[in-house]
């Protein structure tokens, strides 16, 4: 019997993680580019002021346009479909909590063993440098 479908959520970030672990210069091709910007995105997603000299606002995004000759509509298009996956991504962290919070009641673990676990997925996602080390994820 086939296993249960993992939720979007989980893919864009694993899809996301790889991305962002790898050290592949994902401007240098045009279709490498669209992927990252639909995945990860060019523009900065920080909810700030976006200032040149703090970080590139849409710079890389209007870069990757110029370097690929994407069209104001086809970057229109980028946009969206980046939004769709920040959109479909934002629950992950609720995914997650929730998953740990069923899994310490199911074992009866304590609260501070769970809460242990996110510092271990943070450095996990940030010193990733293959997509291998999924398999091992619960
Ligand atoms: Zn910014």
């Known amino acids: 019997m086939a296993e249960e ?5 989980e893919v864009f970030e694993s899809l996301a993680r790889v991305l962002t672990t790898s050290s592949r210069d994902w401007g240098a091709y045009w279709a490498d580019a669209w992927l990252y910007g639909v995945l990860v995105g060019w523009d900065c ?4 002021e976006h200032d040149g000299a703090w970080c590139g606002g849409d710079a ?4 990757m346009a110029e370097q ?3 069209s104001e509509d086809a970057v229109a298009r980028l946009r969206r479909y980046r939004a769709a996956v920040r959109a479909a991504s934002a629950g992950f962290e609720e995914l997650r909590a929730a998953t740990r919070q069923h899994i310490a009641a199911v074992y009866g673990l304590p609260a501070e063993m769970v809460a242990g676990w996110d510092a ?3 450095a996990r996602v940030t010193d990733d440098t293959t997509a291998s080390s999924e398999e091992t994820s619960a």
């Open 120 to 122: 271990i997925d943070k």
């Open 60 to 63: 890389a995004t209007r870069g």
């Open 45 to 48: 997603e920080e909810a700030h």
């Open 5 to 9: 479908p993992a939720p979007l959520v």
């Open 68 to 70: 690929h000759g994407w």
